[in-house]
C-alpha cells in the first residue's frame, strides 16, 4: 500500500526582531543565508502547497523583522567621528588607554555607511528559519537625546568645578563608553540571534531534504500505481474482449439451439402429420376389409352351395382324372426325353458359338498380325443409316455381298448408247465393313485390340475420313448428350484404358495419362482446352527420334478417371469451329486431334513404357458447288479440301513408293506423319453416306489407297 506523504511541519512563530546599530551594517552575510532556499519540487501537489505556503509566511515575518530595526541616526556617526580625531591626536593617560581599544571598532564602523543591503540581509536570513524575539526593548531616537542631554547637564555641573576643556571632554568620554558597551551587548544579542537563525536554517535545510527524500518515494509509488493502473487497464481490455467474445459465442449458441429447436418442432410436426396420414391411411384400409370380408362371406355362402351341386361331378371327374394321370405319366417320360435331347442341342449350340467366337478372336488376331507384319494401315468401312427427316425414296447404290462380312458394292445406274440402263458394279473390300445396323459397342469391339496396344507401348492412331454428314463425328466422339449406349470411339477408348491399367496394378504396374485437344481451323493450330487461346498464337509441330510427334505451347491436362476425360470433351466440342452448311446443318470446319499420354512403369520389372493414342477427326470433304459455301465459310472449305488434297498426295506417294513424301504441304499431314508413314499402329474409318453415290464412290477409291499403304511395322516404346 502506498504511503501518505508527511506534511512539513510549519517553523515555530517566535518572532525574532533582529536590532542592528548603523555602524554594523557593513557585515556581510553568510552565502547560506543571503540565498533564499527555494522548495523543492514535488511532484505531490500536497507538499508543494504547504511548502509554498511556508515560503509566504517567512517572507512576511521577514518584512515585519525589517521595518522594525531602527537604523543609527546621523548626530551619532557626527558624534563618534568627532570624538575620534581628538583622541588621536592628545597624549595617552590612564583612562584614554582604557578607552583606546573601544575606538577601533567606532573607527570601523563609520568606515562604512549604513545601508539598505544590511537590512535585507538580515530579513533574507530570517526567511530561512524561525525568527527569536528578544525581551529587551530597542533603542530608540528618544533614548540617544536624553543621554545626550544628561551629558550635557553633567558637563556643565562639571565644567562649574573643573576647568572647562576638562570637563567637556570627560563627558563626551563617558558617552562614548556607554555607547561602546551598549554596541557590545547588542553585538553579542546579533551574534546569539544570527546562531539562532543558523541553527533554525539547518534545520529547515534538513526538512527539506528530508521533505525531497518523501517526494522521490511518491514519485516511485506514484509511477508504480500508474503502471499498476495501466496494466489493470490493459487486463480490463482483455477481459472485455473475452467478455464480448463470449457473450457473442452465447448469442450464436442461443441463435443455434433456437434454430435447432425450431428445426425439431417442424420434423416432430412433420412427423405427427405423416403419423396422423398413416393413421387415416389405416382406417380406410379397415374399412375396406371389413367391406372384402363381408363380401368374402356372402361369396362363401353361395360358394358353399355350388360345392353342394358340384359334389356330385366332381366323383366323375374323379375317374377322368385316373385316365388323365395314366396319359401324363407317358407324356412326363416322351417329355423327358425331349428335354434330354434339348439339352444336349443347347450344349452343342452354346459349343459351337464358342469355338465361332473364339475362332472370330483368333480371326482377329492373326488379321490384326498379319497386318502389322504387312505394315499397312487398317481401314474399316462404316455406312451411317438415314436419318429422320431425309427422303425415303432414295435409292438404294450400296448393297453388302452376302457371306462377305468385309465386302461393300456401289450399284450406279448407267444409261448406254442404246437408251437402255444398266447397272454398274463397284465392289470394295476393307479390313471390315459395318452396316448402317452395327451399333457402336460392335464397332469400338473391333478396335479394342488396337487401344490395347496404345497401354503395351505402342504408338497408336485412328482417324476418322469420310464427306461431310457421314457419321465421322458421331462415330468418334458419339452424340452431344450423353448416352452409353452412344457413346463413340474416343470416350470408349479412354474407358477402357482406365479399366485395364486399373486391373494392371494387381501385376506391378501403374499409368499417369494426359490429354490433349487441338483442332487445324485454315492451316492453323488451336487449342481446344485453352478458354484464352489467342488466334495469333504461333504452335509449332515437332518430331521427335523416338518417334514421338508433340505441339509447342499447348495445356496438358492430367487425366485421373474417365469422368475428368468426358469433361475435357465436352469442353473441347464447344470450343470447336461449327457451322451451318447445305450439306450439314452442324458440319465441322476444323479437324480435331485428342492425344492420350500413357507412362507406364513396373517396379516389380523396374519396366517403363511409353504409348501415345491418337484419335483424330477429319473435316468432311464437300464439293462447292454442292456445299452452297460463301464468304468465310468458302474459306474454310477451300482449307479443308486443299488439306484432305495434300492427305491424298501424301497417301498416293506412299502406296507408289515415291521417294519424297509431301508431308509439309499441310499442317495436317505434317502432324500425322508418324502416323502415316513413322512407328505407329494406324487405322482409318472411312464413312460414307447412303445419300450421294459420287461422294461415297471417292471417298472409298481414298480409302483403298489408304489400304494399301506399307508404313511399316511398329515397334514398343520400352524403357529398363
Not at 630 to 646: D, F, H, P, V, W
Not at 651 to 674: C, E, F, M, W
Not at 703 to 718: F, L, P, R
Amino acid at each position: 500500500m502506498p504511503q501518505t506523504p508527511t506534511r512539513l511541519k510549519p517553523p515555530s512563530k517566535t518572532h525574532v526582531d533582529i536590532k542592528l546599530p548603523q555602524h554594523f551594517a557593513h557585515a556581510k552575510p553568510s552565502s547560506e543565508a543571503s540565498d533564499p532556499v527555494a522548495p523543492p519540487a514535488a511532484s505531490n501537489s500536497a507538499p508543494k502547497e504547504i511548502f509554498e505556503v511556508h515560503t509566504t509566511n517567512l517572507k512576511r515575518k521577514a518584512d515585519d523583522s525589517e521595518s522594525s530595526i531602527p537604523a543609527p541616526s546621523q548626530s551619532s556617526k557626527s558624534k563618534i567621528a568627532s570624538l575620534a580625531r581628538p583622541a588621536d591626536s592628545e597624549a595617552p593617560t590612564n583612562k584614554r588607554q582604557k578607552i583606546a581599544p573601544s575606538a577601533k571598532p567606532a573607527q570601523s564602523v563609520t568606515a562604512k555607511p549604513t545601508t539598505r543591503a544590511t537590512t535585507r540581509t538580515t530579513t533574507a536570513t530570517s526567511r530561512v528559519g524561525t525568527k527569536v524575539a528578544t525581551k529587551e526593548p530597542p533603542r530608540t531616537t528618544a533614548t540617544r537625546s536624553t543621554r545626550s542631554v544628561t551629558a550635557k547637564t553633567t558637563t556643565t555641573k562639571a565644567n562649574a568645578e573643573d576647568p572647562p576643556k576638562k570637563t567637556k571632554r570627560s563627558g563626551r568620554l563617558e558617552d562614548l563608553d556607554h555607547e561602546v558597551e551598549n554596541l557590545k551587548s547588542q553585538k553579542e544579542m546579533a551574534e546569539q540571534q544570527m546562531e539562532e537563525v543558523r541553527l533554525q536554517k539547518e534545520l529547515t535545510e534538513k526538512q527539506i531534504e528530508q521533505s525531497q527524500r518523501q517526494n522521490e518515494e511518491l514519485e516511485k509509488i506514484r509511477l508504480a500505481l500508474q503502471n499498476t493502473v495501466q496494466t489493470k487497464e490493459i487486463e480490463k481490455s482483455s477481459i472485455n474482449k473475452e467478455y464480448e467474445a463470449l457473450k457473442m459465442e452465447l448469442k450464436n449458441t442461443i441463435q443455434k439451439n433456437e434454430d435447432e429447436q425450431r428445426e425439431l418442432e417442424k420434423k416432430k410436426n412433420s412427423q405427427i402429420n405423416d403419423l396422423k396420414d398413416e393413421l387415416h391411411s389405416a382406417q380406410r384400409q379397415n374399412e375396406r376389409f371389413k367391406s372384402e370380408i363381408d363380401m368374402l362371406t356372402k361369396e362363401n355362402t353361395s360358394l358353399k352351395g355350388v360345392i353342394s351341386t358340384q359334389s356330385t361331378t366332381t366323383i366323375a371327374l374323379e375317374s377322368e382324372n385316373k385316365a388323365l394321370k395314366l396319359q401324363k405319366d407317358d407324356l412326363d417320360k416322351l417329355s423327358k426325353d425331349q428335354a434330354r435331347k434339348i439339352e444336349e442341342m443347347t450344349e452343342m449350340i452354346a459349343t459351337l458359338e464358342a469355338k465361332e467366337r473364339e475362332s472370330e478372336t483368333i480371326r482377329r488376331r492373326l488379321h490384326n498380325t498379319i497386318q502389322e507384319l504387312k505394315g499397312n494401315i487398317r481401314v474399316f468401312c462404316r455406312v451411317r443409316p438415314t436419318l429422320p427427316g431425309e427422303p425415303l425414296d432414295t435409292p438404294k447404290y450400296i448393297q453388302y455381298p452376302e457371306n462377305e462380312e468385309n465386302s461393300i458394292e456401289l450399284v450406279q445406274s448407267v444409261e448406254t448408247s442404246s437408251g437402255t440402263k444398266t447397272a454398274k458394279v463397284y465392289p470394295f473390300t476393307f479390313d471390315k465393313v459395318f452396316q448402317p445396323n452395327t451399333s457402336q459397342a460392335v464397332v469400338f469391339d473391333e478396335i479394342s485390340q488396337l487401344v490395347q496396344s496404345a497401354l503395351d507401348g505402342f504408338n497408336v492412331c485412328i482417324f476418322a475420313y469420310g464427306q461431310t454428314g457421314s457419321g465421322k463425328t458421331h462415330t468418334m466422339e458419339g452424340p452431344t448428350q450423353p448416352d452409353p449406349e452412344q457413346m463413340g470411339m474416343i470416350p470408349r477408348a479412354v474407358e477402357q484404358i482406365f479399366v485395364t491399367s486399373e486391373s494392371l496394378k494387381e501385376k506391378g504396374w501403374v499409368y499417369t495419362m494426359e490429354a490433349q485437344f487441338l483442332e487445324i481451323y485454315n492451316e492453323t493450330l488451336r487449342d481446344l482446352l485453352d478458354n484464352d487461346d489467342n488466334p495469333g498464337k504461333k504452335r509449332e509441330i515437332k518430331h521427335l527420334g523416338t518417334g514421338k510427334t508433340i505441339v509447342t505451347d499447348c495445356v496438358n491436362v492430367v487425366v485421373n478417371n474417365p469422368r475428368e476425360v468426358h469433361n475435357l470433351l465436352k469442353k473441347a466440342s464447344h470450343n470447336r469451329a461449327v457451322a451451318a452448311t447445305q450439306c450439314n446443318e452442324r458440319s465441322s470446319r476444323s479437324h480435331s486431334v485428342f492425344t492420350l499420354r500413357l507412362s507406364g512403369r513396373n517396379d516389380l520389372t523396374d519396366e517403363t513404357i511409353e504409348g501415345n493414342l491418337n484419335l483424330i477427326d477429319l473435316a468432311g470433304s464437300e464439293r462447292l458447288s454442292s456445299s452452297g459455301s460463301t464468304g468465310e465459310r468458302l474459306k474454310e472449305t477451300q482449307a479443308i479440301n486443299k488439306s484432305l488434297s495434300c492427305l491424298g498426295d501424301v497417301i498416293y506417294a506412299l502406296a507408289n513408293r515415291d521417294g519424297h513424301v509431301p508431308y509439309r504441304n499441310s499442317k495436317l499431314t505434317y502432324l500425322l506423319q508418324n502416323s502415316l508413314g513413322g512407328n505407329s499402329k494406324t487405322l482409318m474409318f472411312v464413312n460414307v453416306s447412303p445419300l450421294n453415290l459420287n461422294e461415297t464412290l471417292n471417298s472409298l477409291r481414298f480409302a483403298t489407297k489408304v489400304n494399301s499403304c506399307q508404313i511399316g511395322t511398329a515397334k514398343k516404346s520400352t524403357r529398363g
